[in-house]
């Protein structure tokens, strides 16, 4: 093991044939189905791009989707078409993480490291589903990149490539906004040596230039920069304030939410994929490396990253670990840089392996469940479609499937115990359905519903890829 992976030509060829492997992988198995009320709405905006009607949400994630249209021109399926956009994506971004590496490493150890990266296997999952998270991912590291090339150079136009990367990075997936901070740093290194307002001034005015190329355009699509404004502060305050699942709305602990978001989003699902033999051999690869104390991480890198955990932890929704995807890798590079820093061993060689060996297996899995098995949101569409009986469904996000299946049975969301006695006073003559997110928000409001609900049928598929709708259970009202 030692003898192969420690001669550099090899382990060149080995990590390009893994990572060829690993790309044909995610392409062969990206997900075809948009399984929840986000994914719809992106799958949607391929057809007719309109914020009012949430195709796609606020902000609008305008070179998302204009990826999405671009592969949507080859692949038929808009969903599908998505997730590969993802794949390709997040491919590229072995360039820059690559480059990064290369001012410690030499070429083939970087890019055995970028290959221990991108084979993280729950980072292959969420990359191969028609959300922004991969492809956000990707301009993420060329931004990284950027930052890290304009530090290295002091030409002023080379200040700019930071800031269009940010712009498109923005129009991607406006939550990676904390990252915005490692500019801050760049400008203010910038001033420690040239001391000149105007040019820091002509800086931010670029910067705004550039966001404004996105926002405009979205804006314009939605009629008026004062529609999307509107819309904005509607969008904002909901996630904020009631369905967003943050800190500010939620009667979580502190110190649970904490645990969870450490623990479990980032560390259990996140790093080990919810894999015993993962998480083992990752234990492992830390007790070879907690002693060392000498960062590999610029300043700039560890305080952008350090803003965007604590937004993800107060500001994301808790029950979704995808949102510490930009954790995990950050996490990964700075184990394995600190890891295969020291002496290389066979012992050390091998546990790499291993570690990657296992990720590309547990990643495979759980991409070919994900792409081949149904959701459990489309079973349960599919099921209700078949029945010859009369009856109505009352759902939560689950109806936004729904009508993208175009299911021919009536459904509707319901939030509130007072709404639904009063609507389903207008079906009393068939089966009455509610699913279990339903009856788990009634109970929330306080009310017993025991004696009133029989539980009918439990629908399951990868909680990992979906932890919050990849169970659905289906039951029905008895008066």
Not at 35 to 44: G, H, K, N, P
Not at 219 to 226: L, M, R, T, Y
Not at 312 to 327: D, G, S, T, V, Y
Not at 406 to 412: A, E, G, M, R, S
Request: aromatic share 18%; glycine share 4%.
């Amino acid at each position: 093991m030692k003898h192969f992976l420690g001669n550099n030509r090899f382990l060149s060829y080995f990590s390009f044939v893994i990572l060829t492997v690993l790309f044909l992988l995610e392409i062969y198995y990206a997900s075809p189905y948009a399984a929840t009320w986000d994914q719809v709405d992106f799958a949607l905006a391929l057809d007719r791009y309109d914020l009012l009607a949430m195709q796609p949400h606020f902000p609008g994630y305008p070179y998302f989707v204009l990826g999405g249209m671009f592969v949507h021109a080859f692949v038929d399926n808009p969903a599908k078409a998505l997730s590969v956009f993802n794949v390709i994506a997040l491919f590229s971004a072995t360039v820059p993480i690559v480059l990064l590496l290369k001012k410690h490493f030499p070429t083939p150890i970087s890019l055995f490291i970028s290959t221990l990266i991108q084979s993280a296997s729950y980072v292959m999952v969420i990359a191969g589903q028609p959300m922004s998270d991969g492809a956000a991912l990707a301009v993420l590291w060329w931004y990284f990149w950027s930052i890290e090339s304009a530090r290295s150079r002091d030409a002023w136009w080379m200040r700019l490539l930071p800031l269009a990367l940010l712009s498109i990075l923005m129009g991607i997936r406006l939550s990676y906004a904390p990252f915005a901070v490692a500019i801050l740093c760049l400008w203010y290194e910038d001033w420690k040596k040239h001391r000149s307002i105007s040019r820091l001034g002509c800086f931010l005015t670029a910067a705004a230039f550039f966001q404004f190329i996105w926002i405009a355009a979205v804006a314009v699509a939605e009629g008026s920069f004062q529609s999307f404004f509107k819309l904005a502060l509607s969008f904002t305050s909901g996630h904020f304030a009631e369905w967003g699942g943050t800190a500010a709305n939620g009667m979580q602990p502190l110190w649970e939410r904490g645990s969870q978001f450490f623990f479990y989003n980032i560390l259990w699902t996140g790093i080990a994929s919810q894999n015993v033999i993962l998480l083992f051999l990752y234990i492992m690869v830390w007790a070879a490396v907690w002693r060392i104390r000498i960062s590999p991480f610029p300043r700039w890198l560890l305080v952008s990253g350090f803003a965007y955990f604590l937004w993800a932890l107060f500001a994301q929704n808790i029950e979704k670990p995808r949102h510490i995807l930009p954790l995990v890798h950050l996490g990964l590079l700075y184990g394995w840089t600190c890891y295969i820093r020291n002496h290389m061993s066979m012992y050390r060689w091998g546990l790499a392996a291993a570690v990657l060996a296992v990720q590309l297996a547990t990643g495979t899995w759980h991409l070919r469940e994900q792409a081949l098995q149904l959701p459990a949101t489309y079973q349960l569409a599919y099921d209700l479609q078949k029945s010859e009986e009369r009856l109505v469904l009352y759902t939560w996000e689950e109806t936004r499937v729904l009508q993208y299946l175009n299911v021919d049975f009536p459904h509707k969301d319901v939030l509130h115990f007072s709404f639904f006695l009063q609507d389903k006073a207008n079906y009393r003559h068939v089966k009455i359905y509610l699913t279990d997110h339903v009856v788990k928000g009634f109970q929330a409001q306080g009310v017993s519903l025991s004696r009133h609900v029989r539980k009918v049928k439990t629908y399951r598929s990868s909680t990992l890829a979906d932890p919050v709708y990849g169970n659905v259970t289906l039951y029905e009202w008895r008066n």
